[in-house]
């Protein structure tokens, strides 16, 4: 689908305080377990931040994000070599931090239903320019952990590795430069 087509047919909306999902399948028990068991807790710990996609006029959750602060720092990195590489690139002198601010995409689902539809690229394309659009946080880059199964859709998605170490063996950390945008 395209994105016209997606935004036709879909609305994004963070879930409200006090509500929960009901029913929902990804095809991955961990990610099922969080949008219908944790992402209310998490809410009300003020951990993360979730938003369901939901089909207009009907409220099916088709998927869903939860969204986190995070920042990318030295301790990202093998080493401190590595780290003034990364930064080099992408700021000037007087801005080298020893840290710098992103936000972490802690969930993404899609439901098996609508997989193959553009649904998490959608999905992905609407964290990045809400970060952009008038700058709401300062926030430079978009980090997730990435499932093992996922990293090709991230970096499909213009994600990057981190590092060139993969973190384990079940995850990835990948970021996205917000810099890469124009808003």
Partial sequence: MTTEEIAAKYQIRRLGKGEAVVSFDCGDDDLNDFILNEALHYHQARLAVTYVIEVKNSNEVVGFFSLANDRVSISDFENKTEFNRFRKKRFINEKRLKSYPAAKICRLGVAGSVKGQSLGTFILDFIKSYFVIDNKTGCRFITVDAYA???????????????????????????????????
């Fill in 149 to 183: 199964d996922a990293v090709s859709f991230y970096l499909k998605n213009n994600f990057l590795p981190l590092s060139n170490e993969a973190d384990t063996d079940r995850t990835r950390l990948l970021f996205f430069d917000l810099e890469e945008i124009e808003g």
